[in-house]
């Protein structure tokens, strides 16, 4: 018996991080690693007493070290644009432009001050820092990272069943011989050929496809997202031996609680993680 959807509104979860979703220092001490070399080289210029020409002249021996200057500003791109007067394009992946252009750079957008007036310590350190704060704007993708994994932790549990992540349609008729070419993943034509499901299950009479997604604020996403499985849901009915599994949770549906109500209301597997928890997947999946 499918549960009351007030009840699914009622308890949508606020988060799934664990602990490494709010940082990921592994990635952050592998992106300072690649730049160690000529972050310390530029160290020399902490203090200095004429930063411009010691600018210049480590530019002249240690061309690499031009690289780096956006990152100092948290920038990842090698061309930064900025409007003075007109649009100047600074290319620091190649040393195309005069002194002038560079030392100017480095100094309306604080970069000097910030190394000749011993404001840091370490430009490594600073970094550091610096890729902590851009690796926030990861967390958002890692949020479905972190769904999918609470997701297989449950799938694992249930016996007698072969799983498989990130299947294909193209994968599952060779594995399988069930073709899902007409079905529409996404209206893109080449997103829909590329398009993988989060989990493929095979019981002992059925094959599961099954998509997961968490979503912790509101957008047109979500509506998106609802619209999207409603058809899916719909269009796999009609293929004999296979059903479709979704697994979505966050309290951003709150904001789209008509539209997934619709879906909600035409599919026989809706499941929440407290659904999860429950065992609701061993009674499927048996």
Known sequence: ???????????????????????????????????????????????????????????????????????????????????????????????????????????????????ENNKIKSLEDYITGVEVGLDTNARKNRTGTVMETAVEYFLKQIPNIELHKEMTKTAIKEVYNINLDNLILNTDDKKDAEKKFDFVVKTTNKLYLIETNFYSGSGSKLNETARSFKSLARDIKNIKGVGFIWITDGIGWKSARGNLKETYDIMEHFYTLIDLEEGKLFTVLK
Not at 1 to 9: G, Q, S, T, V
Not at 61 to 77: C, D, G, H, Q, S
Not at 103 to 109: N, V, Y
Request: glycine share 2%; proline share 2%; net charge neutral.
């Open 1 to 115: 018996m499918k549960r009351d959807f007030n009840d699914i509104m009622n308890n949508l979860k606020t988060t799934v991080a664990d602990y490494k979703y709010y940082t990921d220092f592994d990635k952050v001490f592998r992106n300072v690693e690649k730049y160690k070399i000529e972050l310390n080289i530029l160290n020399s210029l902490i203090g200095s007493r004429d930063v411009e020409t010691d600018f210049i002249n480590i530019l002249d021996n240690y061309p690499n070290t031009l690289k780096v200057i956006p990152l100092l500003l948290a920038v990842r791109k090698t061309e930064i644009s900025v409007v003075d007067g007109r649009k100047i394009e600074f290319d620091f992946k190649n040393r195309t432009m005069k002194n002038e252009m560079y030392l100017k750079f480095m100094r309306e957008t604080g970069l000097f001050d910030l190394l």
